[in-house]
């Protein structure tokens, strides 16, 4: 069973995503975070194959979570989709990509898009 970890500081995203993909792909497993230090606990905890990570974050936002997850050898090969509302020009996604992001989605999100980006992030990790 393949696992996706959703980090998001606003619970209402999360409970929006998470119900999106166990309807969409009720073969995966998903775990939520609501801050981004959590987040890296669980993805060292349970290694997902894919990890959808909100930029915009109070304290740790998502580069830096990005960042960690890249310089660890346990997570570093996991795909990142990182999710923005607010950070949608090129040069947020170029230094997203430049840190290791795989893929961007805008907020709100688009489930068939969602869906479709995180089947090709489940196909790259296997």
């Known amino acids: 069973m393949s696992k996706i970890l959703v980090i998001d500081d606003k619970r209402d995203n999360l409970v929006v995503v998470e ?4 309807n969409m792909l009720p073969e995966c497993m998903v775990y939520s975070a609501l801050s981004g230090p959590m987040g890296l606990e669980i993805a060292k905890d349970e290694e997902p194959d894919a ?10 936002d998502g ?5 960690i997850l890249k310089e660890n050898n346990s997570t570093k090969n996991i795909p990142i989709i990182m999710l923005t509302a607010a950070m949608t020009d090129s040069k947020s996604r170029i ?3 430049e840190l290791g992001a795989d893929a961007f989605l805008n907020k709100p999100i688009n489930a068939e898009e ?8 489940l ?3 296997s």
Do not use: H
Request: aromatic share 4%.
């Open 123 to 125: 196909r790259i990790k």
């Open 19 to 22: 119900a999106l993909l166990k």
């Open 63 to 67: 580069y830096e979570v990005c960042s």
């Open 95 to 97: 230094k997203g990509l």
């Open 51 to 60: 990890i959808l990570l909100d930029i915009k974050m109070p304290g740790m």
């Open 114 to 121: 969602l869906v479709a980006q995180v089947k090709v992030m």
